[in-house]
């Protein structure tokens, strides 16, 4: 297969594969839609050679068995060979994890790796890309996961940035311990006050940690955690929409059932009939 696209369900907040796909380009196609993403999209060259570029940096020439990574927010071009025209397979990333893994690797500042030949990332990557293609179902999205973790982890391993200091990594361990706080404590009535108090941080400096990390709210990604996990309970267990507003903190049923409308586009029992 030369050229497909896909799109999947998102599901997860930490990281999660929006779409995949492949393309075997014509000569000097290059990609003329909206080249500021709203998202990350790593490219893995089959075959073939073309040019890269990101704004602020010089055009590179790449090759079968390179990597480029289009970063999110930020303005790139690519464009294939006239006469070797690549072939490359892509994957569509987000969640609030994504960025400071990639800033951790030597995709950070350039955004693009050479010459992986046979290493771990590159036989993750493309496990990954083939188990992407099978039925979806509990096992398989299971196995996802645990691959695209297998395939951050050999990145960062065998591919670190080795030039972050310290300082600079401040902030990011700041909102590591925001969204540990939160993941820790989201099914109790805690509030962004509660969290504010407990990493001594004022409100207003964690909301633009958030911001900066994560491009959401504290409030909206605490409200994403816990209608997350009322879905899943709604779904996969009998427990009441009473019991169910309880563990994901809510202590107030209507509250809970306005919140969960809000946030779906249903209400409780009417998403679990749907979905169950």
Known sequence: MNNEYHTLSQNGIESNILFFGQEKCQPGYAFRGNNIRDNYVLHYILA???DFS???HKTVSLK?????LLPKGVACFYQASFTNPWHYAWIGLTGIKIANIFAASKLAGNYYLKATGQSNFTKSFQRLFEVLHQKTS???NLLVENLTYEMFYHLVTEFPHTNTAPSQNRPAQQFELAVRYLENNYTYNCTIEDLCVSLSLSRSYIYNLFQKFAHTSPQKLLTQMRMEDAKSKLTSSNQSIQEIADLVGYHDTFTFSKAFKRYSGYSPSTYRK???
């Open 48 to 50: 073939g050679q073309g």
């Open 138 to 140: 509990l096992a398989n």
């Open 274 to 276: 749907h979905f169950s």
């Open 54 to 56: 990101v704004a602020g």
């Open 64 to 68: 079968a068995g390179d990597f480029f």
